[in-house]
């Protein structure tokens, strides 16, 4: 499975800021995810992020309020714009899987856990 | 999305029990199905997949039936151990639509 690695792995914020999460794979992917978890809750799915192409949304979410960044094949940042406490989520970063096993499959990274103050 | 639910919130079961948890999905399409098994403080970790095509794939320790005709997902898990202690989700289609998970407690 592929290595994901998130920064920052947590923070807490002032509303009204931004704050950009960066997710970065150690092999190439062409497909990556954003997800969203709120406390106790599932995870939700915010937008998929292909390389070379706009991120497409889910129901609920616009571009406006959480722009997403996909420079290359290993890379990608999801910005929570204008915080509300609302936004206060585990925002997880996820990837496709490997042409080997499965590209159906998705592994997850560790998350980042954002407190709106 | 889809919807994807779970029938019950939280399972506690002793150790070295099997442990059973459902999960109901409302796609008659999807053809592709994942567990996830989500430890506190960390990312959602892959246990087991199955295609619409089969009706039982069993892993280490866990099982994982189809029932396409209710729309029924289920995951066992055999001699529940204190490390099995997560939620699970079940997971459907590509990108995934999570169901709510269940929270699974393994007493020793």
């Known amino acids: 499975s592929a290595v994901i690695s998130q920064k920052p792995s947590r923070d807490i914020c002032q509303r009204g800021t931004s704050l950009t999460i960066q997710c970065q794979v150690d092999?190439?992917?062409?497909?990556m995810f954003w997800y969203r978890q709120q406390p106790g809750q599932s995870l939700t799915l915010i937008a998929t992020?292909?390389?070379?192409?706009?991120?497409?949304?889910e129901s609920g979410f616009v571009i406006d309020k959480f722009p997403i960044s996909r420079p290359n094949l290993t890379f990608s940042t999801l910005t929570v714009s204008n915080m509300s406490p609302e936004d206060s989520s585990i925002y997880l970063c996820?990837?496709?899987?490997?042409?080997?096993?499965?590209?159906?499959?998705?592994?997850f990274g560790p998350g980042t856990r954002l407190t709106v103050l | 999305g889809e919807s994807v639910g779970l029938h019950l919130p939280t399972l506690s079961v002793q150790e070295g029990d099997n442990s059973i948890i459902n999960c109901a999905y409302s796609?008659?399409?999807?053809?592709?199905f994942i567990w996830y098994k989500q430890e506190s403080g960390k990312g959602p970790q892959f246990i087991i997949d199955?295609?619409?095509?089969?009706d039982k794939r069993q892993g280490q320790r866990v099982t994982v039936l189809l029932n396409k005709t209710v729309k029924h997902l289920s995951l066992q898990i055999a001699a529940t151990q204190p490390g099995d202690s997560a939620v699970y989700f079940c997971a459907e289609n590509h990108p995934f639509y999570f169901g709510t998970g269940t929270s699974l407690t393994v007493i020793p």
């Open positions: 796609n008659s399409a999807s053809d592709y």
């Open positions: 092999s190439q992917v062409t497909m």
């Open positions: 199955i295609r619409s095509n089969m």
């Open positions: 992020a292909n390389q070379g192409s706009e991120a497409t949304y």
């Open positions: 996820s990837v496709e899987g490997s042409r080997v096993i499965s590209l159906d499959t998705q592994y």
